[in-house]
C-alpha cells in the first residue's frame, strides 16, 4: 500500500509523483538529428568558411610532416625515388646520432640559441624600459633600434661577415688600437669550456658523443649578429607591454618611496614576465630552425664550428641526394621546435579555460 505524506505548502495530502516514463529510442534519435540540424544551421557559414583552410592545412602541413616520417624511415638514396622501409626501423635516425656532424650541430644550435635568447631578450627588455622612460625622441630612439628587423638576415649574414672577417671590420680597429693578437671570430675553430670528458664519466655511454661539449667561439660572432637583428623584435613587444601598464602604479610606488630600480624590479618584470615567456618561446623557435644567417654569415665553420641542423638538412637533401637522412633531420628540428612550443600552448589553453 502507497503511502500518502502530507504536502508543507497546504498541509493536505498528496500522493507522490509517478516515475518518468522511459524516453523510447525512437524519440531520443530524433532529438539528436534535431540538435544535430539546429547546431548546423547555427554554425553553417563557419564551417564552411573554415574548411578550406583547414583542408589545406590538413594537406600542406601535417600530411607534409606525415610524408616527411615516411622518407625518414625510408632507403631513398640518390636520384630515383624509394619508400621501402629501412630495416631496422628507424636505422636512419641511428646513423644520424652517430654522425660526428650532427652531434656538432645539435651542440651549436643549443648553444646558440641560450646565448641568443639571453642577448636578444635581456638587450630588448633593457632598451623597452629606456625607451618607454625617454620623454624626449621616444619614437625616434623606437625605430632606431627597431630598424635592424626589417632588414633579411640574408643582409645582416653578409654585412656581420664582413665585420668579423678577421682582415677587416672589427680587427682593422683592434690594430689602430694596438692589439698584436686579435680574435680569430668567424675563423676560430676552438670550443671553450668543453665538458665531454666529464660527461664520459659521469653518463654510461658517454664516449659515444665524438665531439666536443662546449661553446664554439666562431659561434660567438652569429649570437651578436642575430641578437642586435631581433632584439628590436623583443623590444617592439615589450613597449607594448610597459604600455598596458597603469601609470597609477608608479605614482604608488614613487609616494611609498621606492627608487627608479626597485619599481623595475618589483613591479614591472613581474607584470612583463607574461610577454617575456612569449618573446622567449617565439625567438626560440626562430633559433631552432635558424639557416639563412647562419648560411651567409659563416656557413659550416671551421670544423663545422657554425653549422647548424638547417645548414645539414639542405646538404644531405639537396647536395648528397641523401633524402632519408635529410629527412631524418628534419623531423628531429620539429620534435625540438614542438618541445618549446606545445608546452606554452598548453599552458596557455588551461590558463584560457580557467
Excluded at 503511502?3 to 524516453?23: D, E, I, K, M, Q
Aim: no cysteine; aromatic share 12%.
Amino acid at each position: 500500500m502507497r503511502l500518502l505524506r502530507t504536502s508543507r505548502a497546504g498541509g493536505g495530502l498528496r500522493a507522490p509523483a509517478a516515475p518518468a516514463a522511459p524516453v523510447p529510442a525512437d524519440a531520443s534519435t530524433a532529438r539528436r538529428a534535431r540538435d544535430r540540424v539546429s547546431w548546423w544551421r547555427a554554425h553553417r557559414f563557419q564551417v564552411l568558411a573554415l574548411a578550406p583552410s583547414a583542408l589545406l592545412l590538413l594537406i600542406f602541413v601535417y600530411g607534409f610532416i606525415a610524408y616527411t616520417l615516411r622518407v625518414s624511415l625510408s632507403k631513398w638514396q640518390g636520384i630515383a625515388p624509394t619508400l621501402d622501409l629501412e630495416h631496422p626501423i628507424g636505422k636512419t635516425y641511428q646513423v644520424l646520432a652517430e654522425t660526428p656532424r650532427f652531434q656538432a650541430d645539435m651542440r651549436n644550435v643549443i648553444v646558440f640559441t641560450v646565448l641568443f635568447l639571453a642577448l636578444a631578450v635581456i638587450g630588448g627588455l633593457i632598451m623597452a624600459i629606456l625607451v618607454y622612460d625617454t620623454m624626449v625622441a621616444r619614437g625616434l630612439f623606437r625605430s632606431i633600434f627597431l630598424f635592424p628587423y626589417a632588414l633579411s638576415f640574408i643582409v645582416t649574414g653578409v654585412v656581420w661577415r664582413w665585420v668579423f672577417t678577421p682582415s677587416t671590420g672589427a680587427n682593422l680597429i683592434l690594430d689602430r688600437l694596438g692589439v698584436d693578437h686579435p680574435p680569430g671570430w668567424i675563423t676560430d675553430p676552438r670550443v671553450a669550456g668543453d665538458v665531454s670528458g666529464a660527461l664520459e664519466k659521469v653518463i654510461p655511454g658517454g664516449d659515444f658523443i665524438q665531439v666536443k661539449l662546449g661553446i664554439p667561439l666562431a659561434l660567438i660572432p652569429v649570437v651578436i649578429a642575430a641578437s642586435w637583428q631581433l632584439a628590436g623584435f623583443a623590444m617592439a613587444n615589450f613597449l607594448a607591454a610597459l604600455g598596458a601598464v597603469p601609470p597609477e602604479l608608479r605614482e604608488a610606488a614613487s609616494l611609498d618611496g621606492a627608487t627608479w630600480w626597485q619599481y623595475q624590479r618589483r613591479i614591472v618584470l613581474p607584470l612583463l614576465w607574461p610577454m617575456i615567456v612569449a618573446v622567449g618561446v617565439i625567438l626560440a623557435h626562430v633559433s631552432l630552425k635558424s639557416f639563412d644567417l647562419v648560411y651567409a654569415m659563416t656557413g659550416q665553420g671551421p670544423g663545422f664550428a657554425t653549422d647548424v641542423p638547417g645548414i645539414f638538412v639542405f646538404d644531405q637533401t639537396f647536395r648528397a641526394l641523401r633524402w632519408n637522412l635529410g629527412a631524418a633531420a628534419s623531423m628531429v628540428m620539429f620534435v625540438l621546435v614542438a618541445a618549446v612550443i606545445l608546452p606554452y600552448l598548453y599552458r596557455r589553453t588551461l590558463k584560457e579555460a580557467r
